[in-house]
């Protein structure tokens, strides 16, 4: 992505309204914010914009509503957060945007805040319509994106809406999160090695592929293991594998001797019977048709280990086992550690992308060193796959 207007602090954006599409959607339980990451990343632009004297209206989504009120997905708790946070008046807009609303924010302070109400609330969103676009562009000076994570969607408030401000930037986020991609796909300090793991190959073939091109190792966890362990013969018991992966599986490691990518895949694993019982170390030839593979052995995290040590650049996308029970997060926690001592001591560049690695890694008690850590899911990959996402081609 070449050519994107960046924000500059040395812009002058006093008494100007800027727009600023965020992405705070984020876990809520009972109207409480359990994982407040996303919401943090955003502060050092919300607080450069509130040092500079904006008036700044910010908008997100939460969930899918689909275009209906849901209470469930109100950002109430976010702007309470923000009110606790922030040293500025912050205000909570919960307003009809379909009307012409433009008054209502004609008297808004500089260095004050206007929270609106869940953006998909509005169905017009989603559908990337105009008008509503247009409506959106009215009220503001400057827009800006920071939410790389939602800018793979063709969306009003991410897509259409540059149509009608006469300043359009992307945000410090988004710098920092295509700078770090570009780590491993265009400035990459080599050997590369990436770590990639989830439920399904398909849903990452071409990820996959693109990968195989750039990195010289690539290690494989998760659910997405099994079917390798499962292509090559061994027994998976009750394990989750994808259906109809054969000829996947084979493209994939014929690019790799094509490319001289070396694909790692688990030598043992942890096994259990259920999801919620405890695990036992396993080689692959013993498991069992009762039982279920949830996280790697002590053989392979020793292995993968190893090509950390001797990697100089790593991407690592999915955790390597059910990490959400405690018998079966050594692989993930121990990849984590590793990851994290040696870009602090050995000044490894880490890229750590994907919800759930995000997830995984805040679990830990102990205080862990990335380079950088991507909120983005569908974004980061598509950005990986080398898609020109609509969010940014507005941008250039």
């Known amino acids: 992505m070449e050519n994107i207007n960046f924000f500059s602090e040395n812009l002058d954006v006093q008494n100007k309204t800027v727009m600023l599409r965020l992405d705070f959607n984020v876990p809520i339980k009972d109207n409480i914010i359990q994982d407040d990451t996303r919401i943090n990343l955003c502060f050092p632009l919300i607080k450069t914009l509130i040092k500079k004297k904006a008036k700044i209206i910010i908008l997100s989504h939460l969930g899918r509503p689909k275009g209906q009120r849901v209470p469930e997905l109100s950002l109430d708790p976010i702007h309470r957060y923000l009110k606790k946070k922030l040293n500025t008046n912050v205000y909570f807009y919960k307003g009809n945007l379909k009307r012409n609303i433009m008054e209502e924010f004609s008297y808004n302070k500089e260095g004050d805040i206007i929270l609106f109400e869940n953006i998909r609330y509005f169905k017009e969103e989603e559908e990337n319509d105009e008008v509503f676009a247009k409506r959106l562009g009215s009220i503001c000076d400057i827009y800006i994106n920071d939410a790389f994570s939602c800018s793979h969607r063709k969306q009003a408030s991410i897509h259409k809406i ?3 401000v006469k300043k359009s930037y992307a945000g410090f986020l988004m710098k920092k999160e295509i700078n770090a991609i570009n780590f491993i796909t265009k400035n990459k300090k080599r050997p590369v090695t990436c770590i990639i793991g989830g439920a399904k190959i398909s849903t990452k073939i071409n990820v996959i592929s693109n990968l195989i091109k750039e990195v010289d ?8 293991a099994n079917n390798f362990i499962s292509f090559k013969g061994y027994r998976v018991g009750k394990s989750l594998v994808e259906k109809n992966t054969k000829n996947i599986i084979e493209k994939i490691i014929k690019q790799a001797d ?3 990518c070396e694909i790692i895949i688990p030598e043992d694993c942890k096994v259990g019977k259920e999801l919620s019982g405890n695990g036992i170390n396993k080689k692959l030839k013993d498991i069992k048709k009762d039982e279920i593979i949830l996280d790697i052995g002590k053989e392979t995290i020793k292995s993968i280990c190893s090509k950390i ?6 991407l690592w996308n999915g955790p390597a086992g059910y990490f959400e029970n405690e018998n079966f997060k050594d692989g993930t926690m121990s990849i984590a550690k590793k990851i994290s001592e040696n870009t602090k001591n050995k000044s490894l560049i880490s890229i750590l992308g994907g919800g759930d690695t995000l997830s995984a890694v805040n679990k830990s008690k102990e205080k862990l060193f990335f380079t950088h850590l991507s909120t983005a899911g569908g974004a980061f990959l598509e950005y990986l796959e080398g898609k020109d996402l609509p969010g940014l081609s507005v941008l250039k």
């Not at 190792?217 to 997405?224: K, T």
């Not at 040590?309 to 790593?314: A, E, I, R, Y």
């Open 162 to 164: 540059t149509k009608f």
């Open 217 to 224: 190792n690539l290690v494989i966890v998760g659910a997405m």
């Open 258 to 260: 094509e490319k001289n």
């Open 309 to 314: 040590d001797n990697s100089n650049t790593l």
